[in-house]
C-alpha cells in the first residue's frame, strides 16, 4: 500500500498554529433540532416535477438541507480537535481511487451506440446505493463517553447521536415530502433519458446487478476486528462510519464522471438539467464528509476504553479498522462492482446484431483500467 495512504489515518502533528487563539470560541454544542435545521431558502428544488430538499437563497445560489447549524459545527470541531490535541482532521486523496467505471468516453459511447441502458442501470444502482446509505441513521449511539478516557463533551462524536445520523440518513433517502438522493438520481436519470423505467425493467436491472433479496446492504453484522474487550456496538459505528467515509470520498469521481456526459444536451435529454441535480447532490455531501472523517479523528487520538476497564490506543483501533475498509474499497468491493457493471453492458449490447462490435470498441474506450483492476 502507497505510504500517502497508511500516513493518512495516523495523527499528523501540527507544528505551530501561528494566530490561532488557544481555545475555540465557536459554538461546539448543538440539540438535535439545530443539527437538523434549514437554512432559509426563496425557492425550492424541483427536479423532473420531484420536490427535493435544499433550494435557492436570494442570489439563485444552491443551499444544501440541515447545514445552517451543521456546517459550522462541523468546522468548530474540527478547529477544537486541533487546538486540544494538536493533530490534524485524518483524510485521504481522490486520486486513491481509479476514475469511474464505465469512463466518461465509455458512457458517451454506449450513448451514442444506441445501448443507454447500462447508464439507465448505473444511475439507477447510484440511487439506490444512496438509499443504503440512510441505514446510518438506525446505530443510534448513547452514552459513548464511558468508552473514551478523554472528555467527548462538546465533540462530533457526542453529537452522532443526536441529528448528524439522522440529518445524513435524510438527505439520502428523503425526508417526508422532500426527495432526497436516492430519488434525485432517479429524477436525475428520468430527465436525461426521458422517463425510461417506463419501458425498461427496473428491478430486473437490480437483481442482475446483485440488488436483490441478500445482495449488497443485506449484509449481515462484519466480522470483529478490534480486541473482544471492545464494545462490539462501538467497533460497529466506527466501520459503518470509515467504510460510508470512503464511500463518501470516492464518490466524488462519480459525481464528475456524470455531470460531464449528463451536461452535454446534444447527447441526454433535458438541457443540462440531469448534470445540475448531480451538482447539488455533490454540494450535499461536503459536510458528510466532513463530520464523519472528524468523528473517526476524535476517536483515533483518543484512548479507548474495553469492558474490562483495559485501555486501548485510538490510533490502533482505528487504524485497523481503517486499513480493512480501505482495502475492500480498492479490492474486493470495487471489482464487484466493476463486474456488476460490465455485466449489464454486456447484456444489454447482446441485444444489438452488432454487439460484439460495440462491446469491442467499448473495452477499447477503457484507458488500461481493465489491465489494472486484473493486476
Ligand atoms: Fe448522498
Ligand atoms: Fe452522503
Redesign the pocket.
Known amino acids: 500500500m502507497p505510504p500517502c495512504i497508511r500516513t493518512s489515518i495516523h495523527s499528523t502533528q501540527i507544528a505551530s498554529l501561528p494566530g490561532v487563539p488557544l481555545m475555540t470560541t465557536q459554538q461546539v454544542e448543538f440539540t438535535e433540532q439545530e443539527l437538523l435545521a434549514d437554512h432559509t431558502v426563496t425557492e425550492p428544488l424541483i427536479a423532473g416535477g420531484v420536490r427535493c430538499h435544499g433550494g435557492f437563497d436570494d442570489q439563485g445560489r444552491y443551499v444544501s438541507p440541515r447545514t445552517r447549524f451543521r456546517v459550522p459545527g462541523i468546522e468548530a470541531w474540527q478547529q477544537q480537535h486541533r487546538e486540544q490535541f494538536g493533530t490534524e482532521i485524518l483524510d485521504l486523496p481522490l486520486e486513491t481511487w481509479p476514475e469511474h467505471f464505465p469512463n466518461v468516453a465509455q458512457a458517451r459511447y454506449l450513448i451514442e451506440a444506441g445501448v443507454p441502458e447500462p447508464l439507465i442501470a448505473t444511475l439507477t444502482r447510484i440511487g439506490t446505493v444512496?438509499g443504503f446509505?440512510a441505514n446510518i441513521r438506525h446505530l443510534q449511539p448513547q452514552g459513548l463517553q464511558r468508552h473514551f478516557d478523554e472528555s467527548i463533551k462538546g465533540t462530533t462524536i457526542d453529537h452522532l447521536g443526536k441529528g448528524l445520523f439522522e440529518a445524513h440518513g435524510r438527505?439520502?433517502a428523503g425526508w417526508e415530502q422532500e426527495a432526497?438522493?436516492?430519488d434525485m438520481w432517479f429524477a436525475a436519470r428520468d430527465v436525461a433519458f426521458e422517463n425510461p423505467t417506463a419501458n425498461v425493467d427496473i428491478e430486473g436491472m437490480l437483481q442482475r446487478m446483485g440488488f436483490g433479496q441478500g445482495g449488497p446492504g443485506a449484509n449481515g453484522a462484519p466480522a470483529r476486528l478490534l480486541p473482544d474487550d471492545i464494545d462490539p456496538n462501538l467497533e460497529l459505528i466506527a466501520g459503518l462510519m470509515t467504510r460510508v467515509l470512503l464511500i463518501?470520498i470516492s464518490?466524488f469521481h462519480t459525481f464528475k464522471w456524470a455531470e460531464a456526459w449528463l451536461s452535454d444536451s446534444k447527447l441526454v435529454a433535458g438541457d443540462g438539467e440531469a448534470a445540475k441535480l448531480v451538482s447539488y447532490?455533490r454540494a450535499?455531501?461536503t459536510p458528510?464528509v466532513g463530520y464523519l472523517k472528524t468523528a473517526l479523528t476524535e476517536m483515533r487520538d483518543r484512548t479507548w476504553i474495553g469492558e474490562s476497564g483495559k485501555k486501548y490506543a485510538g490510533t490502533e483501533m482505528i487504524g485497523t479498522v481503517w486499513d480493512r475498509a480501505l482495502e475492500n474499497s480498492l479490492g474486493a468491493g470495487r471489482e464487484a462492482t466493476r463486474k456488476a457493471t460490465l455485466g449489464e453492458v454486456e447484456h444489454w449490447v447482446s441485444k444489438k446484431a452488432n454487439g460484439r462490435d460495440i462491446l469491442e470498441q467499448f473495452h477499447a474506450l477503457d484507458g488500461g483500467a481493465q489491465q489494472e483492476a486484473v493486476a
Open positions: 444512496e446509505g438527505d439520502e432526497g438522493h436516492k463518501e464518490a447532490i450535499d455531501e458528510h
